[in-house]
């Protein structure tokens, strides 16, 4: 028997589709809270408030 994983935002209670969506997650800086994870769909994940996280590694290399 098979089983399927369904994925739901957690903020608006929509089904995410699959190859789509984000997983958001908040730490605190008092370590004692600990630390809260989210599924979002895409709609609600870019209207979330933050900045973009930089890319990590060398930068690719310009078309001559």
Avoid at 16 to 23: F, I, L, S, T
Avoid at 47 to 62: E, Q, Y
Wanted: proline fraction near 5%.
């Amino acid at each position: 028997m098979a089983r399927k994983t369904i994925l739901v935002c957690d903020n608006c209670g929509k089904e995410v589709g699959e190859g789509k969506g984000a997983g958001m997650r908040v730490t605190y800086t008092d370590a004692r809270r600990g630390a809260k994870a989210a599924d979002l769909c895409d709609d609600c994940a870019g209207k979330m408030p933050g900045r973009p996280a930089a890319r990590r590694g060398r930068r690719p290399k310009s078309a001559a």
